[in-house]
């Protein structure tokens, strides 16, 4: 099996996979990061998003092949990412970019 390097979340990752493996079954299976989800496999709902070089893509639907030297963020290296956007702003409790999200007509507060 060849053995590709990743770039998941800023740090390199090395795995050994067959070249059509999805990148799902990589971040899943391989790394451990279980915040991509598996549903309908056909690159239909959406909930195995990854961003690849800051392009949404259905990671189902990605062979670890053809990802080459972008660099791949998942769920976990998003939600890192917005933290520490928050405490740039100098907000260690609420962030007022991310932090306000509509639900219904009323607008409310959300912790980082
Ligand atoms: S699992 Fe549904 S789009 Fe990937």
């Known amino acids: 099996m060849p053995?590709?390097?990743?770039?998941?979340?800023?740090?390199?990752?090395?795995?050994e996979a067959?070249?059509?493996m999805p990148l799902l079954w990589v971040l899943r299976d391989l790394l451990g990061l279980t915040g991509s989800?598996?549903?309908?496999g056909i690159g239909a709902?959406?909930?195995?998003?990854?961003?690849?070089?800051?392009?949404q893509e259905q990671s189902c639907q990605v062979p670890i092949s053809t990802v080459g030297k972008k660099k791949v963020t998942t769920i976990e290296g998003f939600r890192r990412t917005a933290r520490t956007r928050c405490r740039r702003l100098g907000s260690s409790t609420t962030c007022p970019n991310v932090a306000i999200a509509r639900r219904g007509r009323s607008w409310r507060r959300r912790r980082c």
């Open 45 to 55: 709902c959406g909930v195995c998003t990854v961003l690849l070089d800051g392009d």
């Open 37 to 40: 989800k598996y549903g309908c």
């Open 3 to 15: 053995l590709y390097k990743i770039t998941v979340n800023g740090a390199e990752r090395s795995v």
């Open 18 to 20: 067959v070249p059509d």
